[in-house]
């Protein structure tokens, strides 16, 4: 049996980053307040099949910050994966748990690049969810910007993204 904390098992907590509102928030709360405890358990969960899962665990690992080491391996392993929206959450995860963005906010700022919307889009919420740390990559962010306001095609949450991530780090707003 796993480990619990307030009287639910950390495998249930983990399965509640699933629901939608309140019991997700819930969930959230309180396997950041189990910090460790719940670390490897989220650790192996980030190979879930449920998407939803997978993409809410960098988050919480995140949030947990330097407390979460030992999901360092797991996460670079997510990293290397073919998954680039995992990798672009993994790299969120290892740049709050490290205090080094370094390649991690490079890749991140490459995804913005991408000609599949959905990784661009990811890549941009995540820069932004970055706030200040972001600021090494700001004219990354800033050409995207000035890409999507270009296209006749604007992905209009990519550059909505991107343009509040400028605005979090002080940069530069083409319009």
Known sequence: MGAEYKGKSIANWISDLSSDGLECTDA?????????????ELAQNLQNTNTEIRK????????IGSEAHGAISSLEQVCNSNNKIDAIGARYALIMITNEEGSNLSAIAE????????????????????????KP???RIFNMVRREAVRGDTDQL??????????????????
């Not at 709360?29 to 490897?40: D, F, H, N, S």
């Not at 990519?158 to 319009?175: E, Q, T």
Request: proline share 6%; glycine share 10%; net charge positive.
């Open 111 to 134: 995804d913005l690049e991408s000609e599949n919307g959905v990784i661009r889009r990811n890549a941009a919420l995540t820069l932004k969810m970055l706030g200040i740390r972001a």
């Open 137 to 139: 990559v700001g004219e």
């Open 158 to 175: 990519a550059y909505n993204y991107a343009s509040d991530a400028l605005k979090r780090i002080g940069g530069p707003h083409p319009f």
């Open 56 to 63: 809410m665990i960098p988050l919480v690992l995140g949030k």
């Open 28 to 40: 959230v709360a309180a396997l950041v307040e189990a910090g460790k405890l719940a670390v490897p």
